[in-house]
């Protein structure tokens, strides 16, 4: 019955099986809450995967080390998951609520000229531009550039011009 005890309830002095059988418990919860909330959790990296991420991460390793009761714990967890695919399928349904949870994306240059305005809307410097020319392929300058994006998960999105259209024939 003691054993019970240390299993459920929380404790300061919990011993090594006890903290592996926990651990063993909140696996397997995790990851049924995982395929609960879906592929997108980690798939999209948004601002709203990723606070679920860290939420159930803090949530759950108390429920290993003893911190909180196992129950409460795991009831907590499933609580999140359920809110997470909740406003999953709302977004689906409202682009409204999307971009209000996951915000828009922003078009940081076009043809080949910075936005100065959704850059700093963005908070991205010139050198978070070069970097995303320089992950694109070796050499491309920004006159190469028909549209940089500020994508929703914080991704730069390049798309180079056509090799013949100067920048002032782009539409």
Do not use: Y
């Not at 300061?12 to 909330?37: E, K, P, Q």
């Not at 108390?62 to 009761?69: E, K, L, M, T």
Request: proline letters at 4%; glycine letters at 6%; a positive charge.
């Amino acid at each position: 019955m003691q054993d019970l005890h240390q299993l459920i309830d929380a404790s300061n002095d919990l011993s090594a099986a006890a903290m592996a059988i926990r651990a063993l418990i909140v696996f397997c919860f995790t990851l049924i809450f995982l395929r609960i909330a879906g592929r997108r959790s980690f798939g999209q990296r948004s601002a709203f995967d990723l606070c679920i991420t860290v939420l159930l991460g803090a949530i759950l390793s108390r429920a290993i080390v003893g911190a909180s009761p196992l129950p409460p714990t795991l009831a907590a967890g499933a609580v999140l998951v359920l809110l997470h695919r909740l406003i999953g399928v709302l977004v689906t349904r409202w682009a409204w609520l999307d971009d209000l949870i996951s915000g828009t994306e922003r078009v940081l240059v076009k043809d080949g000229r910075k936005d100065p305005h959704q850059m700093r809307a963005g908070l991205i410097s010139d050198r978070d531009i070069d970097v995303a020319l320089r992950k694109k392929t070796d050499g491309v300058t920004l006159d190469h550039v028909a549209r940089a994006v500020l994508e929703r998960n914080g991704e730069i999105t390049i798309t180079l011009r056509e090799a013949n259209t100067p920048p002032d024939r782009l539409h």
